[in-house]
């Protein structure tokens, strides 16, 4: 039973490219979540998707940001015109629809903008 | 707003050692309480869960109990390894919360 999938694991981005991440949930999991883990720090909630629909991006940065659970395939997290301060590890986690409160993480993308 | 205050590390111990990570919250309501741990270059795992009061959940020696009158859930092992040196996430999960809220992290770091 595969856990969540993320990749790449490791991204490299020059400042003012895009960084696109995935995430695959674990099987029968309905829901999605984005997190930010900054040096030194705890992780910050950026944004809970269920299929087609964002349900809360209230911890998103209102610019260059965006997410998307498509009915086909992975959640994509899309990093326009990255800057310095977008190094982070980025992780996902998943849900099932009964337990919400219970995610499970993958292994995380780190980002690095040169 | 809710929030997770857990105390500040490194922790160092020795292997065999009894330890202890504090772990505060504020929260309105009854939140769910949970203990996650990542190890160097990882995601993070869920150690052990609660989801009320006077609840323990428990996990490969870890243990750690919901006590509401300190909203507390501090997190105890009785005899450490080296292979439990990690940084472990106190977070919570509001009644009427769609997200996990973490706490900064503890590094714990256990010598042979």
């Known amino acids: 039973n595969a856990g969540v999938m993320q990749n790449p694991r490791h991204l490299v981005r020059r400042r003012g490219q895009e960084a696109r991440l995935r995430c695959s949930p674990m099987?029968?999991?309905?829901?999605v979540y984005w997190y930010r883990q900054l040096p030194e720090e705890g992780l910050k909630f950026m944004v809970y998707?269920?299929?087609?629909?964002?349900?809360?991006e209230s911890g998103m940065p209102k610019e260059r940001f965006s997410a998307e659970f498509p009915k086909e395939g992975p959640s994509i997290l899309r990093i326009q015109q990255v800057v310095r301060g977008d190094s982070a590890a980025y992780f996902c986690?998943?849900?099932?629809?009964?337990?919400?409160?219970?995610?499970?993480f993958g292994p995380g993308t780190r980002l690095l903008v040169l | 707003g809710n929030s997770v205050t857990q105390m500040e590390g490194p922790v160092t111990l020795s292997e065999e050692a009894f330890l202890t990570i504090n772990c505060t919250y504020t929260?309105?309501?009854?939140?769910?309480l949970f203990w996650y741990v990542q190890y160097p270059g990882e995601g993070l795992q869920l150690l052990l869960k609660?989801?009320?009061?006077?609840d323990k959940g428990s996990n490969k020696g870890f243990e750690a109990t919901y006590r509401k009158e300190t909203t507390s859930f501090h997190l105890e092992k009785g005899s450490v390894q080296v292979s439990d040196s990690a940084v472990y996430f106190c977070?919570?999960?509001?009644?009427?919360?769609?997200?996990?809220?973490f706490g900064k992290g503890t590094t714990l770091s256990v010598s042979s």
């Open positions: 929260a309105t309501g009854y939140p769910s």
């Open positions: 099987k029968g999991h309905s829901h």
């Open positions: 609660a989801t009320k009061a006077d």
């Open positions: 986690a998943s849900s099932p629809y009964s337990a919400k409160e219970t995610q499970y």
């Open positions: 977070a919570l999960y509001g009644q009427a919360g769609t997200a996990l809220i």
């Open positions: 998707l269920q299929k087609e629909n964002i349900i809360d």
